[in-house]
């Protein structure tokens, strides 16, 4: 088993003697998990496909997309933890603050949430072409409403919370680190709730549907896409909302909530241009 070098908030590795291994220090890390849940998360994205066509063509049952979606959901969520345990928690006791390792994580983070920015510049692009020339709203059901104000309220606020969350740990203030870290992951709950609830209005009772044309597809792709990462969001906060009532953070090991907080800010980011483009640019004409 290839030897890790953590990228958390902690240290070098250390020998049998409690010391620092030189070897090991300069070494980066390897894992066989990352393969792992980039493989689930291809059969997640695969199985969406699938089910959306099987749905729209009748070419292959739906259960079989939904049934590879949910064994890819499954897959990938097995390679983070496992991810997470061999590069973060394994011995978590015998390793000292990493200013070095915290930095290399920040910028891995940042280097991520750019190419993860490509993922939703395609989809924007899509609608884009759609948007372009004549426009009607016909057809379309009551995208702008309280529901979506509120879920932008509970997603917006659950960014502030978070910043001032990490400002307490920093400050030391653990306590109210943790409080506001439950609000945080409260809201990101609530939120997913509120699109999901969004999503049975507009197909049960709007009959509005991902295969209602370009518009539909461009609209349930984005924010499907945007809902998973929230998902995801939700995930990571939980672990480090656990984390932290075991006490493993401080004002120098919070290299994992630093990690987090900028992708939950980035996954705030994105809904904001979604509700610009999708939901208020949908109903204006121009």
């Known amino acids: 088993m290839p030897s890790t070098a953590t990228a958390d908030e902690s240290g070098p590795p250390t020998d049998e003697h409690g010391g620092s291994s030189d070897h090991d220090d300069h070494e980066a890390h390897r894992s066989r998990w ?7 998360a291809g059969a997640l994205y695969v199985g969406v496909a699938l ?5 729209a063509a009748g070419v292959i049952p739906p259960l079989v997309g939904v049934s590879l979606a949910v064994v890819g959901a499954l897959v990938a969520a097995a390679g983070l933890f496992g991810w997470l345990e061999e590069a973060y928690l394994r011995g978590y006791e015998r390793r000292a603050p990493d200013g070095r390792a915290r930095r290399l994580s920040v910028t891995t983070m940042l280097i991520f949430l750019g190419t993860d920015l490509s993922t939703f510049a395609a989809g924007f692009l899509y609608y884009a072409s759609v948007r372009v020339g004549a426009w009607s709203t016909e057809g379309l059901p009551p995208l702008l409403g309280s529901l979506v104000v509120i879920n932008t309220i509970l997603l917006l606020s659950s960014s502030v919370t978070f ?19 439950g609000v945080t992951l409260v809201l990101g709950v609530v939120f997913l709730a509120g699109q999901a609830y969004e999503y049975y209005e507009f197909v049960v009772h709007e009959g509005f ?26 995930v990571l906060i939980s672990i480090v909302f656990a984390r932290a009532r075991g006490g493993q953070y401080g004002p120098e090991r919070d290299t994992s909530v630093e990690t987090v907080a900028l992708y939950w800010h980035f996954v705030d980011a994105v809904w904001l241009v979604l509700v610009g483009v999708l939901y208020v640019g949908a109903v204006v004409t121009f």
């Open 34 to 40: 990352p393969l792992v849940s980039a493989g689930g």
């Open 51 to 55: 089910a959306v066509l099987g749905s």
């Open 163 to 181: 910043h001032v969350a990490h400002e307490a740990l920093v400050e030391g203030n653990r306590r109210r680190f943790e409080r506001l870290l």
């Open 209 to 234: 549907t991902v295969t209602d044309g370009v518009f539909a597809s461009a609209f349930f792709g984005l924010t499907g896409l945007h809902g998973l990462h929230v998902a995801l969001g939700v």
